[in-house]
């Protein structure tokens, strides 16, 4: 899924108020991790992911992994923060602005 500029900027604002829920150590990315935040999508549609500075891999790169793999959009990579958005299929809770 593409973001226009626009609403790219909308989903950081709310992403702004979030604590992240996650959080990826020295273990990096395991397939375990990423199941866990694949099925937070079933309860969230923006979730804020931090890397802890124990972590060896790029984190830009390890965000667009993440995103690949739970199919969702990479909003941003700030520091060592990450946010993704994955809309609900049947009733989106997040109106993004056209």
């Known amino acids: ?15 702004s108020t979030e ?5 990826i150590g020295k273990s990096n990315l395991t397939p375990e991790i990423t199941e ?3 099925e937070a999508f079933n309860t969230r549609e923006i979730l804020k992911i931090t890397v802890l500075k124990n972590s060896t ?3 830009r790169e390890m965000a667009n992994m993440v995103a690949e793999r739970t199919r969702s959009t990479l909003v ?8 993704l ?5 049947d009733d989106p809770e997040i109106v993004l602005p056209k």
């Open 36 to 38: 866990a935040i694949g």
């Open 1 to 15: 899924m593409e973001l226009t500029s626009k609403q790219r900027a909308y989903l950081k604002s709310l992403a």
């Open 85 to 89: 958005y994955k809309p609900f299929k």
């Open 57 to 59: 891999d790029d984190v």
């Open 76 to 83: 941003q990579v700030i520091g060592r923060k990450i946010v």
């Open 19 to 23: 604590e992240p829920i996650f959080q």
